[in-house]
């Protein structure tokens, strides 16, 4: 009944506020559970390689990020008429820093001389990653357009895709590969159902190269990292 005594906005911010909390508890515990089990069934060497993929990727793909999403929810709640070139731009130029990334993963590999296994699992991961910095633009749109429920929507979803089948791949005996190509198809299933969302509800995502848009883009969103 308080609920209803409200006014629509805040009602409408309660509302959004319960679903991210919802929507990091599931997430975060998941994630949790999922890592114990991991180091107990991968063992010291192989959750150490695991665990060097995930932080190489995240330190690399730090700067590939521009702050884009930033700017796109702030100016996309400030008007949602931009959200289509905001989105669009955005994701072109996503695509060219994560492109970058991965030729720098590669190449620090390389240098590195990491053994094959481990090298496979940090070109996973990455590619993973870089998967996830296209869903982020996403979810930066959902949040700028108040729909919070888009995001529980599609983090949950590969979130417990994730959990279960990563589970499975290690009771069925697979290792540290198997796990890092699971970790990269939920990000990918993250990212496609994010897409679906955004074309369904919102707009249509592509590609725009708007090289002068981009600029401004780029001058007003880096500080935002």
């Keep these: 009944p308080?609920?209803?005594?409200?006014?629509?906005i805040k009602r409408r911010i309660m509302r959004n506020t319960g679903i991210l909390s919802f929507t990091n508890i599931v997430n975060t515990g998941l994630?949790?559970?999922?890592?114990?089990?991991?180091a107990r069934a991968l063992g010291v060497i192989d959750f150490g390689k695991f665990s060097l993929a995930i932080a190489f990727s995240m330190i690399v793909f730090r700067f590939s990020d521009l702050g884009i999403g930033i700017m796109l929810k702030r100016e996309v709640a400030r008007n949602p008429s931009?959200?289509?070139?905001?989105?669009?731009?955005?994701?072109s130029l996503r695509l060219i820093s994560s492109a970058i990334a991965m030729m720098s993963v590669w190449v620090l590999v390389m240098v590195l001389g990491y053994p094959s296994d481990t090298a496979?699992?940090?070109?996973?991961?990455?590619?993973?990653t870089?998967?996830?910095?296209?869903?982020?633009?996403f979810i930066s749109l959902f949040q700028g357009m108040e729909k919070m429920e888009y995001q529980a929507i599609s983090t949950i979803s590969a979130s417990s895709a994730k959990f279960f089948l990563c589970?499975?791949?290690?009771?069925?005996?697979y290792g540290i590969i198997a796990v890092c190509s699971l970790f990269m198809l939920s990000s990918i299933l993250q990212?496609?159902?994010?897409g679906v969302l955004t074309k369904k509800r919102f707009v249509r995502p592509g590609l725009l190269f708007d090289f002068d848009f981009w600029k401004k883009l780029i001058r007003e969103s880096y500080p935002c990292l």
Aim: aromatic letters at 10%; zero cysteines.
């Design 167 to 173: 589970t499975l791949a290690i009771i069925l005996g």
């Design 191 to 194: 990212m496609v159902i994010s």
């Design 130 to 137: 870089a998967a996830t910095e296209i869903s982020n633009l």
């Design 82 to 91: 931009v959200a289509e070139k905001y989105l669009n731009n955005g994701i």
């Design 120 to 128: 496979i699992a940090i070109l996973l991961i990455s590619f993973g």
């Design 31 to 38: 994630l949790f559970l999922l890592s114990i089990y991991i």
């Design 2 to 8: 308080i609920l209803f005594m409200l006014s629509p």
